[in-house]
């Protein structure tokens, strides 16, 4: 069993949707929870942290359920360049630092 | 302030060969990681470096596999003798500590013939 999972879609949306991607772990010592953006072949950026308490940034909203091990991204009024690959990752923190793993990514199309 | 910066973007070796990629971090950040990304997989972390030392190799494959980061200079990942399957994308990523946000370079695209 992958130690992060997700669907690797693609999700085909058009513009103004809402559209929900879901990731789950394996490691429960798992303390940090990332969503990270990849655009085609270019490096992934940081999109949002993720909090047991829930977090929103614009049109952005991450949640984390520690109990299931889920985390959740969910995007509102979808623009083109929404357009990318969504890599829900996590780290497990040790003492000497920090390993990041990565799901292997959902694909999320918006169309005009 | 520049990003972390990786090169060569793009790298054609044939098997058997030699790779050399390299990695320089962002400005004030000591601490890099390697990770590598296969065709349609996600990233897979390889080794955590801080400053000439090795912190977490957990990733890396056995045998022909090195990296270093000397005090001076760029990270380097050496990759020996290559194999059509190390044709990946090599991503480097750097921070500030060891548990801290972790920025991407554009990676190095590893292509074996």
């Known amino acids: 069993r992958k130690e992060v999972e997700q669907d690797p879609g693609p999700f085909n949306v058009p513009e103004g949707a809402t559209v929900a991607f879901n990731c789950t772990y394996s490691?429960?010592?798992?303390?940090?929870f990332f969503w990270y953006r990849q655009d085609c072949r270019k490096e992934p950026k940081l999109l949002m942290s993720?909090?047991?308490s829930g977090n929103e940034d614009g049109r952005f909203t991450a949640q984390l359920n520690r109990a299931s091990q889920y985390i959740s991204l969910l995007i509102r009024d979808s623009k083109l360049s929404d357009s990318a690959t969504y890599l829900c990752?996590?780290?497990?923190?040790?003492?000497?630092?920090?390993?990041?793993?990565f799901g292997a990514g959902t694909i999320l199309r918006v169309k005009s | 302030n520049a990003g972390v910066m990786q090169n060569p973007r793009h790298l054609v070796r044939r098997r058997g060969q030699e790779a050399r990629l390299r990695c320089s971090p962002m400005?004030?950040?000591?601490?890099v990681y390697w990770y590598r990304q296969l065709p349609e997989e996600g990233l897979k972390f390889m080794v955590y470096?801080?400053?000439?030392?090795?912190?977490?190799e957990s990733g890396m494959p056995k045998e022909r596999f090195s990296a270093e980061f000397p005090k001076e200079g760029p990270s380097i990942l050496r990759i020996q003798q290559v194999v059509r399957g190390d044709s990946a994308a090599y991503f480097c990523?750097?921070?500030?500590?060891?548990?801290?946000?972790?920025?991407f370079g554009a990676g190095t695209r590893l292509s074996v013939l």
């Open positions: 400005k004030g950040h000591s601490h």
């Open positions: 993720v909090y047991s």
């Open positions: 990523a750097s921070s500030t500590g060891g548990k801290n946000i972790q920025y």
């Open positions: 990752v996590v780290r497990t923190e040790k003492e000497y630092g920090n390993k990041l793993v």
């Open positions: 470096l801080q400053k000439e030392n090795i912190i977490d």
């Open positions: 490691n429960s010592a798992s303390q940090s």
